[in-house]
């Protein structure tokens, strides 16, 4: 067999177990088109996994847009694993050909008539329906490559957009993060808790004023990060202050800045939009939103409003707003 080829059978390759991990993931265990469990096919240049009669109407579109592969039998380039990898599964897609999906659409279900899943998938890939304009993709195999942005994964990421990232190389932009409230955190002394909230990322650290005795504490407190070509999740984690002993966690989550950032690379100079939507971050059980987070431009700023659900604990959430400053600002 040659060395550029894998079967799913045997996982030989790094990147293939990669793969497999991105498979094993809730959002990817259902059809990204028609929520279909256990879907056995994927489109890998478009990045999503999708069951059986989906496949068929993605191979009816032609491999420009859609290569369809099997889980199971087919063979596997590394520029295929690399694609879907890149991409990082249905939800992240779906952020993007999804994102301006209407509430009263029909999109198929597992049950749906050959003629819903061909009408639905046609509008989402081919025609685009979902996507704003300046979104619209040409070729469905340079999609991901110039959209989205790199994630643990620790993909490089590129804006057509700015001249200023590759001046200054380090950096994409910085990111100022607004922490509102909290609300319903949990009791760590006698019948409340002292709470104060840390951010992470990579090697940058900041955290909150502590409220005193305060378990719906309000903070509306900002804090800065610069955001490397390189970066992984914004890490949460909220502590109870103690004087006399080491401060107690009250729960953490992450925070994927991918949405918003492969979104900021996407539209560019936000101040000559108007106020739109131009990106989601969708709730699945694997990260800790409560509701889905949209990515808007607010007068020329680009913001997302994000509401967690602390884990690891036994109640909490922790409304944040982020914006996106760039490099000059």
């Given at each position: 067999?040659?060395?550029?080829?894998?079967?799913?059978?045997?996982p030989?390759?790094?990147?293939?177990?990669k793969?497999?991990?991105?498979?094993?993931?809730?959002?990817n265990?259902?059809?990204?088109?028609?929520?279909?469990?256990?879907?056995?096919?994927?489109?890998?240049?478009?990045?999503?996994?999708?069951?059986?009669?989906?496949?068929e109407?993605h191979?009816?579109?032609?491999?420009?847009?859609?290569?369809?592969?099997?889980?199971?039998l087919?063979?596997?380039?590394?520029?295929?694993?690399?694609?879907?990898?890149?991409?990082?599964?249905n939800?992240?897609?779906?952020?993007?050909?999804?994102?301006?999906?209407?509430?009263?659409?029909p999109?198929?279900?597992?049950?749906?008539s050959?003629?819903?899943?061909?009408?639905?998938?046609?509008?989402?890939?081919?025609?685009?329906?979902?996507?704003?304009?300046?979104?619209?993709?040409?070729?469905?195999?340079?999609?991901?490559?110039?959209?989205?942005?790199?994630?643990?994964?620790?993909?490089?990421?590129?804006?057509?957009?700015?001249?200023?990232?590759?001046?200054?190389?380090?950096?994409?932009?910085?990111?100022?993060?607004?922490?509102?409230?909290?609300?319903?955190?949990?009791?760590?002394?006698?019948?409340?808790?002292?709470?104060?909230?840390?951010?992470?990322?990579?090697?940058q650290?900041?955290?909150?004023?502590?409220?005193?005795?305060?378990?719906?504490?309000?903070?509306?407190?900002?804090?800065?990060?610069?955001?490397?070509?390189?970066?992984?999740?914004?890490?949460l984690?909220?502590?109870?202050?103690?004087?006399?002993?080491?401060?107690?966690?009250?729960?953490?989550?992450?925070?994927?800045?991918?949405?918003?950032?492969?979104?900021?690379?996407?539209?560019?100079?936000?101040?000559?939009?108007?106020?739109?939507?131009?990106?989601?971050?969708?709730?699945?059980?694997?990260?800790?939103?409560?509701?889905?987070?949209?990515?808007?431009?607010?007068?020329?700023k680009?913001?997302?409003?994000?509401?967690?659900?602390?884990?690891?604990?036994?109640?909490?959430?922790?409304?944040?707003?982020?914006?996106?400053?760039?490099?000059?600002e």
């Amino acid at each position: 067999m040659s060395n550029r080829y894998y079967r799913p059978d045997k996982p030989v390759s790094g990147k293939w177990k990669k793969l497999r991990d991105l498979m094993i993931r809730s959002d990817n265990r259902i059809c990204a088109d028609c929520c279909t469990p256990d879907p056995k096919w994927a489109s890998a240049n478009i990045g999503v996994f999708i069951c059986l009669k989906c496949s068929e109407v993605h191979r009816s579109l032609g491999a420009e847009i859609s290569k369809v592969l099997s889980l199971t039998l087919d063979e596997w380039s590394e520029t295929d694993m690399d694609s879907m990898i890149q991409v990082g599964g249905n939800s992240y897609a779906n952020s993007i050909y999804e994102a301006f999906l209407p509430k009263d659409y029909p999109k198929p279900k597992p049950d749906s008539s050959n003629e819903e899943r061909t009408k639905f998938i046609r509008s989402k890939y081919v025609s685009q329906d979902f996507l704003t304009p300046s979104l619209r993709i040409v070729s469905s195999k340079l999609s991901f490559q110039t959209l989205e942005s790199g994630k643990e994964l620790g993909c490089s990421v590129t804006s057509n957009s700015s001249k200023k990232n590759e001046e200054t190389g380090q950096f994409l932009g910085n990111l100022k993060v607004k922490i509102v409230r909290g609300s319903n955190l949990a009791v760590r002394d006698m019948l409340t808790s002292d709470p104060y909230v840390v951010l992470i990322l990579g090697q940058q650290k900041a955290q909150t004023t502590v409220k005193k005795s305060n378990l719906n504490p309000v903070w509306n407190e900002e804090l800065k990060f610069s955001i490397p070509q390189r970066y992984g999740a914004l890490k949460l984690q909220v502590y109870d202050h103690d004087v006399l002993s080491a401060d107690d966690i009250m729960g953490e989550a992450e925070i994927d800045l991918q949405p918003m950032i492969t979104a900021t690379m996407a539209f560019g100079d936000s101040e000559l939009l108007a106020n739109m939507q131009i990106g989601k971050w969708l709730k699945t059980s694997d990260n800790a939103l409560v509701k889905d987070s949209i990515v808007n431009i607010v007068d020329g700023k680009i913001k997302q409003e994000v509401l967690l659900k602390l884990q690891n604990v036994e109640s909490g959430e922790i409304e944040l707003e982020l914006e996106w400053m760039p490099l000059d600002e």
